[in-house]
DNA sequence: CCCTTTAAGTGCGCTAGCGCACAGAGCGAT
DNA sequence: ATCGCTCTGTGCGCTAGCGCACTTAAAGGG
């Protein structure tokens, strides 16, 4: 694992300056993301702030009755608990591991330090946090506006830019749960797409066969997202 | 108007500290808020960060087609503009005056100046943030999950907590703008709550004669926004 | 290799909300 | 008082998505 450390590979580590990423280096804490692990609970108090280097984390919230629905998703261009630096220590909401990857964390103490400083470091996590604002005010939108198979394309494109593969392993019922809706109704929507070759879908296992055609289908929220997710970020930078 | 300045009208100004409310306080310039006044347009740079005294602000989004759903609302208890201090310049959304009242502002670089002293003002503000976030992810729930009545209930609950008086003066149309819904299915909606007494409506002019049973009904979105409102903002504090 | 488990597809009746079209009804200006 | 405008109420038919019950089919462990 030590062999293998490269927080860089999150990109907003990637693109603070060498003194300031230097400085959070040691206190970066390797952890793999297995699937379904659960960062943090809704209204637990957050211990970490965790820089995905791999797979796709989503903000969920569950309701009373145990639907739920899911807020965003978060890959290697973020962070996952903003609450620790915004103020709040937790969030109603719970951030669960959908595709499996690794990551590194920074203990909620030193983030807090560093972030006080106000340099780089806070600059990005702020722009990163309206980023994620924007994913979030285009999901509600979205949610009320717009057809299943659409919801679909979207998710699935907002995935797909979060991951090295064009295959994603995920099933119809947790898509549902995703987006907050039957389980049948992703059967149906999923079935439309795959008719029209756009995926192929078994057992589990999504690939998508023709992602400009996906684009194409796709309601104009993903790609509100994506705009602003790429004036917001920094490019990556080599370093 | 200057007979009549008083900053601390806003709960986030109110509670600043006294030495960084007096900084703030020469910048601070008073503004009207009158009905449908646009204070920033979807992608526009903000020049200003506003501190509302009264009335009420939406934040909308307005898709291609021209429908459009409202983000979240502000009151008194909060700021429109937050990209200014998130460091974005501007949002996908913009922010329109739902009920007139009045406020006050502050020019983008002194904001900024002050912001990054990284002092109780940053602080406040990046909680209120959150709190914002809080607002908008519940409505993406709601949005999907509940009826138009008790979404109804939430937004004349979620308007009527940044409000004086009981009565609010908004057509059906306008609710329907916020809700993403028909006009028609706000009529019903509005129907039902009537015959049930707990609202009047009579041509854009809604009283609310029961509040209790308002809250009775709604679903459990307005509970968990009002909650973390609750636990991130400062209590209003006398000066 | 079978047999259990889990994922995906299907059918059917039901309801909420949509789109459209139009009918009262209050309010304000002339 | 009247005209015109805006706001509200209503009545359609239509569709998307829901809830439920069930079948089919692949995967994987013994």
Redesign the pocket.
């Known amino acids: 694992m030590t062999a293998s450390l490269k927080p860089e590979q999150n990109q907003l580590l990637a693109a603070l300056p060498a003194a300031d990423y230097e400085r959070l280096l040691p206190h970066l804490e390797p952890v793999i993301l297995p699937l379904g692990l659960v960062i943090f609970e809704s209204g637990s108090k957050l211990r970490h702030l965790y820089f995905p280097a791999s797979g796709i984390v989503s903000l969920l919230y569950a309701m009373e009755n145990g ?1 739920s629905t899911e807020i965003a998703v978060i890959g290697n261009e973020g962070v996952v608990g903003i609450a620790l630096f915004m103020g709040g220590e937790s969030t109603p909401s719970r951030a669960v591991v959908q595709s499996a990857g690794h990551g590194y964390r920074l203990k909620a103490a030193v983030l807090k330090t560093e972030f006080e400083l106000g340099g780089p470091l806070q600059h990005m996590l702020l722009r990163y946090t309206q980023a994620l604002i924007a994913q979030m005010t285009q999901t509600a939108v979205c949610n ?8 679909l394309c979207r998710w699935l494109l907002l995935s797909l830019d979060r991951l090295v593969s064009s295959e994603l392993t ?7 749960n995703m987006l ?12 439309k797409l ?1 008719e029209a070759g756009l995926i192929r ?6 690939t998508v066969l023709d992602r400009p055609k996906l684009e194409k289908r796709v309601c104009e929220c993903y790609g509100v997202v994506k705009k602003e997710m790429d004036r917001l970020l920094p490019v990556q930078t080599v370093r």
Do not use: K, P
């Open positions: 639907a009320r506006h717009h057809a299943v198979d659409q919801q995920m099933t119809q019922e947790l898509i549902a907050g809706v039957r389980r049948e109704g992703v059967t149906e929507a999923a079935g795959q879908y078994s057992r589990g296992h999504i």
